[in-house]
Nanobody
Framework: QVQLVESGGGLVQAGGSLRLSCAASGTIFSINAMGWYRQAPGKQRELVAF???????NYADSVKGRFTISMDNAKNTVYLQMNSLKPEDTAVYYCNGAIIPSALSRGPVDYWGQGTQVTVSS
């Protein structure tokens, strides 16, 4: 079983910074990609950023230039550095991983963390 555990959310004033972490643990053969999604009240969950194992990254237009995703392959941990935060960044942030549990797996499986609240006050 694979578990994703997020940390680092909280309350911050506009213009401030937060760093989210997500550690994958359990039976892991390899990680294809990891990413961050967010869901604000009354809105659909949206992709924030993702990173593949080779290091390629992709960002939502709304966070480009402000957020940076990185991954420590040795620790199976992905980070999201969020700078210049805006009130519209307020949401529950979810970690996602495309993970191959074992060498016998047919392909990657999607796993989700429990979510961490980020609140940006104006």
């Amino acid at each position: 079983q694979v578990q994703l555990v997020e940390s680092g959310g909280g309350l911050v004033q506009a213009g401030g910074s937060l760093r989210l972490s997500c550690a994958a643990s359990g039976t892991i053969f390899s990680i294809n990609a990891m990413g961050w999604y967010r869901q604000a009240p009354g809105k659909q969950r949206e992709l924030v950023a993702f990173i593949i194992r080779a290091g390629t990254t992709n960002y939502a237009d709304s966070v480009k230039g402000r957020f940076t995703i990185s991954m420590d392959n040795a620790k199976n941990t992905v980070y999201l550095q969020m700078n210049s935060l805006k009130p519209e960044d307020t949401a529950v942030y979810y970690c996602n991983g495309a993970i191959i549990p074992s060498a016998l797996s047919r392909g990657p499986v999607d796993y989700w963390g429990q979510g961490t609240q980020v609140t940006v006050s104006s």
